[in-house]
């Protein structure tokens, strides 16, 4: 009895450490066959379109060459843009650009060439009566998370969030301002990022290749969507029902919304109760990053 228990028990043992090495093994096998997806959807409303593009904060620059050349398009058509980014504070002075380091900046390494960091200053005009910031300011934004706005904390957050404060290269992108990037930004120091970055290199080839294929699967996976779930309620719906309430404003015009591809859906859907004139046209999907990153 005890001799069958205990080649039961090596069995067991050799098959799971066997099944974790493939897996591990196949890491980049699995993360090929996962691209990194968002959704542009298309309505209608009296007359209108309306389109709802979904972005993500890193992707291949063949995508966001694509999504600023859509966005171009549009623009010269003389549709709204309305975009994610949260607001300068009224009295923040512009220009002030503290954050050397964005916070996707580690992720990026991971991740390889080909990847690069969404840059609102590339992608989008001017800000205009076109072009609108459809978003909070982050003491809006805080106030909805129910944390306190030290100072610190604003100039460190929402300074580098002068979009019209320098022209920049997408080589070297400020930190932007959307609620994911909230708890990344006040977490990053010159201490934190560097040694992530640090902790990366030092790998065996072999490990920096797992590490890159996991941190994609993990984009491409729903996880984008489970992440605002752990988001008070009261901070998405917020940010969602301005997008919204620009659309109504805008009544008579064709409308282009760039926000996060989390946030997509939920603004489809208030749309749709909103109006019961508002008809699908169609929904498709977008590959923003393959893996291997090329």
Partial sequence: ??????????????????????????????????????????????????????????????????????????????????????????????????????????????????????????????????????????????????IAPHNSDADHVVEPCQRQAASLSRQTPTADCTLETLPIQRASNDVVEPNLITQFESLHDFWKDRVSALAHLLMALPIREMALEWIPPDATRAREAIVVEEIARHSGANVLVVYGDGHAQSIIDQLSNNSKSVHSLESTKIVALRYPNM
């Fill in 1 to 146: 009895m005890l001799k069958s228990f205990a080649k039961y028990a090596i069995y067991t043992i050799t098959f799971t450490v066997l099944a974790t090495s493939l897996s591990v093994y196949a890491l980049p096998f699995v993360a090929g066959a996962f691209p990194v997806t968002v959704s542009r959807t298309s309505f209608t409303e009296n007359g209108r379109v309306i389109v709802i593009q979904g972005m993500v904060h890193v992707a291949s620059d063949a995508f966001y060459n694509d999504i600023k050349q859509y966005i171009d398009q549009r623009y010269r058509e003389g549709w709204i843009i309305l975009y994610e980014e949260l607001k300068d504070e009224p009295q923040s002075g512009a220009g002030k650009l503290s954050t050397p380091l964005h916070p996707f900046q580690p992720l990026l390494k991971i991740l390889g060439s080909g990847a690069t960091i969404q840059d609102n200053r590339f992608l989008l005009p001017a800000d205009g009566p076109l072009v609108i910031n459809a978003d909070l300011t982050l003491k809006e934004l805080l106030s909805r998370l129910h």
